[in-house]
């Protein structure tokens, strides 16, 4: 089945800075890749996301790249600011089928130092 | 539009007993999902729904866990007997299906002692 891996675990950055996440993926067929973010004690919730017939998208201050060929996928966060604070979880689904299932990672902590 | 309801938002229990979670998902949401969330981890998939159709339930621990989708809206997720690592977040999610994102629940914090 799919594997995802996330790096950092956690990423403290000062306000204003920029932040970036990364994660890579086995399943070569995987092409839906979202992003959530989850606040302490609060529901995931997703913020961005990036389908496999594109290189990058933006939204805001937020950005995702996705480099098919190395199997790798990283989350931007431009400008940093303390509600930015949560931790961060990417995914990844082979959407191929029937048999589909999104795969997440073991998220990323990050905290925006004000 | 009411996003996915679930309930009880918090479930102590002593190890042994049977517990139930409780789920309504956004409305013409086709796919339904169980997630279990353990402290510091991603969500990981327990069973998910097409209607009523159970179609992926590879990772939920039949001996005890138990689900059911009637009429393709509501569901509910039932343990029994609970364990004291069954302790977790219980996440309930629906969506369209393939390639569109999930709409998570509160969840409900289970705590077996």
């Known amino acids: 089945g799919e594997n995802v891996e996330q790096h950092p675990s956690t990423l403290s950055v000062q306000e204003g800075d920029s932040a970036v996440i990364k994660c890579t993926y086995s399943d070569s067929a995987s092409n839906y890749f979202p992003w959530y973010k989850q606040e302490l004690g609060k529901r995931p919730q997703l913020i961005i996301d990036i389908r496999s017939n594109v290189g990058e998208k933006k939204d805001q201050r937020i950005a995702v790249t996705l480099n098919k060929t190395a199997k790798h996928f990283s989350l931007h966060i431009t400008e940093t600011q303390p509600e930015d604070s949560a931790v961060y979880f990417c995914a990844a689904e082979n959407s191929g089928g029937s048999n589909y299932k999104l795969t997440f990672g073991k998220g990323t902590l990050l905290t925006v130092n004000p | 539009e009411a996003g996915v309801v679930q309930s009880p938002r918090y479930k102590i229990i002593e190890k042994k007993q049977p517990v139930a979670f409780w789920c309504n998902p956004i409305?013409?949401?086709?796919?339904l999902y169980w997630y279990r969330q353990n402290l510091g981890q991603g969500p990981e998939l327990l069973i998910r729904?097409?209607?009523?159709?159970?179609?992926?339930d590879s990772q939920l621990p039949k001996d005890r866990f138990s689900a059911e989708r009637l009429k393709g809206v509501d569901s509910t997720l039932k343990i029994q007997p609970a364990e004291l690592g069954d302790s977790a977040v219980y996440l309930c999610?629906?969506?369209?299906?393939?390639?569109?994102?999930?709409?998570f629940g509160n969840g409900t914090r289970l705590t077996v002692t």
């Open positions: 729904y097409e209607n009523e159709e159970a179609v992926d």
């Open positions: 999610a629906s969506s369209f299906g393939p390639n569109s994102p999930l709409h």
């Open positions: 409305s013409g949401h086709n796919t």
